[in-house]
């Protein structure tokens, strides 16, 4: 009998922390399909953001040309579903449209166009959501990793191949001071 009833516990043990660890990994999932999809709608404004400033930065190009090509960078990493390359790419963008802002400063005409102010104004608000989902994600992964090593349940994540995920990272050019005056000169 008491075997028995050991048997049990220990059966419900691993079904208990089996689902729990599922839930944990779905949680990381629904955090980067989150990041993905707020991802894909900046993307999205990008080009109408380009377009709007090509109108009126002629001479501009090399600005431009950072943003385009820190877009594709994004957007490959994003559909490979690469962290590493994400965080990479997302540095890139994040200098390439602080330079853009900072160039628009001299032009007057594009800082009143309303296109203009709206697409600023919607990618620096999907920046934000951005950075807020990146927190949740790396709060998933944290809340995986930790799982997955702690005893007893790495026992179950060791039968059932639970993975370790990757974090978000951000590259020290994220994480230095930035340099308005410098931004204006270029």
């Known amino acids: 009998m008491i075997f028995w009833v050991i048997v049990v516990v220990v059966a419900v043990y691993f079904v208990v922390t089996y689902n729990s660890l599922v839930s944990i990994k779905s949680?990381?999932?629904?955090?980067?399909?989150?990041?993905?999809?707020?991802?894909?709608?900046?993307?999205?404004?990008?080009?109408?953001?380009?377009?709007?400033?090509?109108?009126?930065?002629?001479?501009?190009?090399?600005?431009?040309?950072?943003?385009?090509?820190?877009?594709?960078?994004?957007?490959?990493?994003?559909?490979?579903?690469?962290?590493?390359?994400?965080?990479?790419?997302?540095?890139?963008?994040?200098?390439?449209?602080?330079?853009?802002?900072?160039?628009?400063?001299?032009?007057?005409?594009?800082?009143?166009?309303?296109?203009?102010?709206?697409?600023?104004?919607?990618?620096?608000?999907?920046?934000?959501q951005i950075a807020d989902r990146r927190e949740f994600y790396n709060d998933s992964v944290n809340n995986n990793n930790v799982r997955i090593k702690q005893f007893p349940d790495v026992i179950v994540a060791g039968l059932f191949n639970f993975e370790r995920a990757e974090m978000l990272k951000f590259s020290r050019a994220e994480l230095e001071d930035v340099d308005v005056s410098a931004r204006f000169k270029s």
């Open 27 to 128: 949680n990381v999932e629904k955090a980067w399909a989150n990041i993905d999809v707020l991802l894909k709608q900046r993307n999205d404004e990008l080009p109408k953001l380009i377009d709007t400033c090509k109108a009126y930065m002629t001479h501009e190009a090399q600005t431009l040309e950072k943003v385009i090509q820190a877009r594709m960078g994004i957007d490959a990493a994003r559909q490979m579903h690469d962290v590493a390359g994400l965080s990479k790419a997302e540095s890139a963008l994040s200098s390439s449209l602080g330079g853009l802002f900072a160039v628009a400063e001299s032009y007057p005409d594009l800082k009143a166009d309303q296109t203009f102010i709206n697409l600023q104004q919607r990618i620096t608000g999907l920046e934000n």
